[in-house]
């Protein structure tokens, strides 16, 4: 069987981070998904990708929600609309780390259900043991990591925003976690 059409296809429906200018907030219920991924200490994600869950995307008729990434590892999807997204892929150069999830329960688990005018900390991560990529799209055992926290990123995120519309959102749940501490 040859792979090369799905791999071709698969490889232009995809679209990373970074392109074009940062949005504003478009409407109150817009939000905004945000977190860390570290690849083994030297590299970080030149992209990461979201899908929304039921959703189907086809290049540029239908693009999945892009998102920003810096050199740190800090990554965040702005404007998003209220629904489930999971995170659906990974770049770091030309390599493509693809979230796969073996059973209903796992995709359940990684399932984010934003709600309007939220501002949700996905995690950080580090990717290890990854293998030497086949057709740019690596395996990869990902964990959970103890830092950047949320209220690092978001503090960081807080003055990349600042002129964005998002820092008063961003100030509000920085607020709301150290009330809750």
Not at 60 to 65: E, I, Q, T
Not at 131 to 157: H, S
Request: charged share 25%; with cysteine; aromatic share 10%.
């Amino acid at each position: 069987m040859n792979s090369r059409p799905l791999v071709a296809l698969l490889l232009l429906i995809a679209a990373g981070c970074g392109g074009g200018s940062i949005r504003p907030p478009s409407s109150p219920e817009s939000g905004m998904i945000f977190g860390n991924i570290v690849i083994d200490e030297d590299y970080v994600p030149t992209g990461v990708a979201l899908a929304e869950y039921g959703k189907v995307y086809v290049g540029p008729f239908n693009p999945n929600p892009s998102g920003w990434c810096a050199k740190n590892g800090n990554f965040f999807f702005e404007d998003l609309v209220p629904g489930k997204y999971w995170l659906w892929y990974i770049t770091s150069g030309r390599t493509r780390y693809w979230a796969r999830h073996k059973t209903q329960e796992d995709l359940d688990a990684a399932i984010v259900d934003l709600k309007p005018g939220e501002i949700h900390f996905l995690g950080s991560y580090k990717i290890t043991d990854n293998t030497i990529p086949i057709f740019n799209c690596g395996d990869v055992t990902v964990r959970a990591a103890m830092k950047p926290t949320e209220v690092e990123i978001l503090q960081q995120l807080s003055d990349v925003l600042k002129d964005k519309g998002w820092k008063e959102r961003i100030d509000a749940r920085l607020k709301e976690l150290k009330d809750s501490r």
